[in-house]
């Protein structure tokens, strides 16, 4: 398949990680911020394929992952209580929250459905205007136009009885968060191809300059990959920090305009709890006070609650790159997708998700 296969072609991806290897003289750690990335990384093992003083960390790029408890029982309490008809992308229904998830609250009288789009979720409320359908806006960047979209296109219809629960972070600032942490161990960056197609490359420059750390933009294929960390490993070596382009073919410098400006008009910037890291300032994205009709943190009496977690996941540690999902005692034993104790083992871009679907049997340990 064009623009998939080349970028899985053996050989280039083979030459690619013995050109890291030539140019690799110091231990280095990259974190690639996608989930998307993450996933690719693991199941082609391509940190294999690395020499050994090149470490890869996993980022906070699983927007499921990092949507706080407090906004799960939120929407467990949007359809249970208030009776809405809560919609919502499949990977959120199992991420726990501090009492039951969304496949529990359907399992209990909840009207919970899937959907593909949250333009889906608009044809609900039509199709049901007498119910109350909230959609589970999730997401980073990436997912925000579609998001916005589907409020202008309320509006416009008269939908009145369609609003969304808003979960929506920021990728730059996670960054910085993650930068400027203590314990931090990040050299270097993968950022995410798709975000950067929406929102461009000029908000990178400014943080790699202060940090000290290159930002590679690059997409999800082994080759992609492979090229972003070969260019960060040539910049660490040669002592230089700034930003390039490894995804030319979909990132223009600007971003989607188009899409930006559907963005900023019905959103924005605020502060976010991201679940396992705590509140990093202005790193998500808010409804607008002219669209509060839409809003559904603002149309439903809704209880606020601190963000217990589970004592015995590390998704913090892991989603900060300070560990890996096999450092954590209780992977693959008491955390598994079927009975996961964090997101970061429920979602499809969860690292801890990635490792157990394809390492989990490399990491167990030798029969006696």
Same mark, same amino acid.
């Given at each position: 398949m064009k623009y998939v296969d080349e970028y899985r072609d053996a050989a280039l991806v083979r030459k690619l990680a013995d050109a890291i290897a030539? *140019?690799?003289? #110091? @231990?280095?750690? /990259?974190?690639?911020i996608c989930g998307g990335q993450t996933h690719a990384i693991v199941k082609f093992g391509l940190d294999d394929l690395l020499p050994k003083? /090149?470490? +890869?960390?996993? =980022? $906070? =790029? !699983? $927007? *499921? !992952? *990092?949507?706080?408890?407090? +906004? /799960?029982?939120?929407?467990?309490? +949007?359809? +249970? &209580?208030?009776g809405a008809i809560l919609c919502s992308f499949g990977d959120m229904l199992r991420v726990p929250g501090n009492g039951i998830d969304l496949l529990t609250a359907k399992a209990r009288g909840g009207d919970v459905r899937i959907v593909y789009s949250p333009l889906d979720a608009v044809g609900i409320a039509k199709a049901n205007p007498t119910k109350p359908v909230v959609f589970f806006a999730v997401g980073f960047e990436t997912t925000a136009p579609a998001n916005a979209m589907s409020v202008l296109l309320a509006e416009r219809d008269g939908v009145k009885n369609f609003s969304i629960l808003t979960s929506h972070v920021l990728v730059p600032p996670a960054m910085r968060a993650i930068l400027g942490s203590p314990d931090n161990r990040v050299q270097g960056f993968l950022a995410a191809g798709h975000v950067c197609t929406i929102m461009?490359?000029?908000?990178y420059g400014p943080i790699a300059k202060e940090y000290g750390a290159p930002i590679i933009i690059t997409g999800f294929e082994p080759v992609d990959i492979l090229e972003g960390i070969l260019l960060c490993v040539k910049q660490l070596e040669s002592g230089r920090a700034e930003v390039e382009n490894a995804y030319s073919r979909a990132v223009r410098t600007e971003g989607n305009t188009h899409a930006r400006t559907i963005v900023e008009t019905v959103f924005e910037v605020a502060d976010r709890d991201w679940r396992g890291i705590g509140v990093i300032p202005q790193s998500g994205l808010a409804v #607008?006070? &002219?669209?509060a009709a839409y809003d559904a943190a603002k149309r439903f009496p809704l209880t606020t609650t601190a963000d217990h977690g589970c004592t015995e996941c590390i998704s913090g540690e892991i989603m900060r790159g300070v560990k890996k999902p096999?450092? !954590? @005692?209780?992977? =693959?034993t008491r955390c598994k997708p079927e009975h996961p104790l964090g997101a970061p083992m429920v979602s499809s871009e969860g690292a801890c998700a990635a490792y157990y679907r394809y390492r989990s049997r490399t990491l167990e340990p030798a029969a006696t």
């Open positions: 030539r *140019v690799t003289t #110091r @231990p280095w750690t /990259i974190m690639e003083n /090149i470490t +890869l960390v996993h =980022g $906070p =790029g !699983c $927007p *499921v !992952c *990092v949507t706080s408890a407090d +906004l /799960i029982d939120q929407a467990v309490e +949007l359809t +249970l &209580k208030h461009g490359v000029e908000e #607008r006070a &002219k669209y096999h450092d !954590c @005692p209780a992977f =693959g």
